[in-house]
């Protein structure tokens, strides 16, 4: 059955919007940069922010919600913060709509009357309004730490936007934190990125790279921005999460202050990271195919798709009815479980439907498997199918599932490092840009070369990984003298 | 302990503001209008969000996902939406701020050349971009009915604020569907209204009125508005979630049609209901007492917090191992409890601070009831006190809590009972409305007669019941003849 879509040696951008489309994780809007997020997609997400809210929670933070607008002077107030912003804002001007007649055609317009005094920036981030509130909150090195989350919609005005990756409207976590030592800070923000580390690898069944930003790609206001790197299967690298140190930036620009415990008062040092709905973008790219999506079990809104397949009527009542039991009995076990039992569709469309949908799990299940109580199980990753008996099916099925996420990560994992190379020269490194992957090469952080090398390569330095040992040699790109490798890559 | 809240009988909107802020529900913010819901407030709005999403799911809807933003032309599109909605919209209308300098100052301005060609509007209410993704996903009554929710944040304009119950932006969930027939739209909207009925009485302990608004009252854009109406303990009602029918007013605007298994063409019938963070509003202005916010047992943060009591180091020891080892035995139940153990604040403070809170249930915990092997349970509600042994400590907390639950509602409903009544007569009707409470009187709704009303009397129809027998005498402000009785009150 033809699903259009795209394969991906063929056009792999043209692949990933027909599976993004075709699969109705999401659907282009009337509004320019903005998506649909359709059930299916929602339901994704939503399973992702129950595991990642689990984790918050687990360290300790607590969720809030802060107002979507942010006064122009607050953005302000932080000198780098606001240059990095100030090109892809939605700015609020007025706050009512009068009726009017342009060309004899009636309309209606901003009424000039209702011209905000100050106008609202839509966030695009929340530290400024965040820390704003910390500054009312906190007295007393008692009252620290204080760690929260928000879970909200942010606005950044992107002109050249793809669905999941890059949208002007995206919805994400926001994690703001206080300290009352750069040390606790620091801390914090490492310990934020190892839960990443932990969530999208054995959660979403992408490996990444853990590591630093150098200067010129950390974030806006911080003084180290510490990241997540995964890579897909087009050879490009994907930020997939960051955490920042933001020292005492924004603790100075909004004058938040704690009396520690020999009544001096002092700056708190703070702290934000983030991960988005890119996340499920890097999802869809890592393990799709030129079936549709492949969905790791962990976050499947569907994780078991039952087929029931019939000739006659006869047979139709029998295989349904035990296909509704043993769908009650995994859904009993907890697992999440749909029986098809459309009749406007074959069965062969079924299968190519869930596949579509990424459903790790499809269970087969005909007369012949009636008769000899079992159904034929069937991997999503390779097809590999595993006759399971109707005895104990809740077992082996969540045993598949869970060996299904294993190898979802091996797989990933194996093209991964078969795509990471380490090189010594400038031609190795230009070369092995251009083909693609992790490219690990000796490099002094320098703004001006990193310009020049994008320029040249069209690729940035994705992270200085953490903990390596030291491997002095000369950087790859001006022969200086470096002590460590940077990874490089062309990036989403 | 002196907790700074005002008496209700003393100033009653001072009370609710003092309860909102001092338990930690909320705060203002810098921003005019918006507030910051802290992480009480959030864990409140976050358990209230589970019941309901838990509800929808079981009436077969799904969530998803819509853009921020609606192009002004979109909201144009239904002539009495726009009207309805005009008066308090914030419009985005740049996309860029520039660095410029005022009477010698820095400072950033929108960048006139950023200026958009058509102006968006932050979503009041999303009909409009929902309905025009209808009309692309709908093509055939195969496709039909569409039972979408969406769980977002809203912002109106609003001119004058209170935390919770009129905030300029909300967060709330809007239901939206599509059907072949009015019949199944109808049903739709008044199944939804029954599902916040049950969820305001059976989970917010809140009881409530159902029935229907005049045109006058109704939603922009809807042919009919259904609402649950709940009565406060200063006699005023608050409107505490709506469900309308909309027609096929939107289905027209936006083109939504389906074909027919006939194969003709025919424009699909839609609804939408939501509810917000209101609700919370609702609840503390329902249940709070003059020591605070009191919150029903299966929407509380926190159910059970256990105070320890000690005198010596020696007691502090055993009183903590001990309320840990309960605390741990409740928690694996499934309650949300937690230990006090701040050393920094007396027994009596802790009391005070979590009878603030609205925490349904108190353990106290000192070293008599530690050689005694039992605790003092005090009841949130009128300070009954329970002792209970720790063998099967899990089953007498748990039926304290529905008991607490039961008997939040029975008070509630006590108080709305007692504060409802029939009227016959004008004099009666005007003294009655401004004794507060729900009044019943007959009446012939029309536009005019409600303005006057309003006008006079500052009371407004709060709904016409549902299913009441005809109750047939003459209106009671104009003398015309009516059939049955509306319900009048002063509202938020």
Redo the contacts between chains.
Sequence with gaps: MAKDITPRDQDYARWYTDVVTRSTLA?Y???KG??????H???L??NMQRGLDGMFKATGH???????????S???REAEH?EGF??????????????TEIDGRR????DPDSRLEE????RPTSET?IY??FA??IQSW?DLPIL?NQW??V?R?EMRTRLFLRTT?F?WQEGHTAHATHEEAIDEARRMLEVYRTFAEEWLAIPVLTGTKTDSEKFAGALTTYCIEALMQDGKALQAGTSHDLGQNFARAFDVKYQDASGRWEHVWNTSWGVSTRLIGALVMCHGDDDGLVLPPRVAPVQVAIVPIWRSDAQRETVLAEGRALRDRLAARGLSVRLDERD?VNPGFKFADWELKGVPLRLELGPRDVESRQVVAVSRLDRTKTPCAWDGLEDAVASLLDRLQAELLDRARERRDAATRDVETRDEFVEALADGGFVRARFVPDAEVEAQIQQETKATVRLIPFDEPDDPGPCVWTGRPAQRRAVFARAY
Excluded: Q
């Design positions: 659907d809007s009337p509004v903005c998506m649909v997020i359709r059930p997609g929602t339901a997400w939503e607590e969720n809030a919600y802060f107002p979507l607008f942010i006064p122009k607050f953005l302000a606001v100030a090109k892809e804002c939605a700015i609020v001007t007025h706050t009512r709509l009068k009726a309309t209606v317009v901003p106008e609202l920036i839509v309004i704003s509130m009312r909150w008692r929260l909200a919609n606005v005005w409207e919805l406007n």
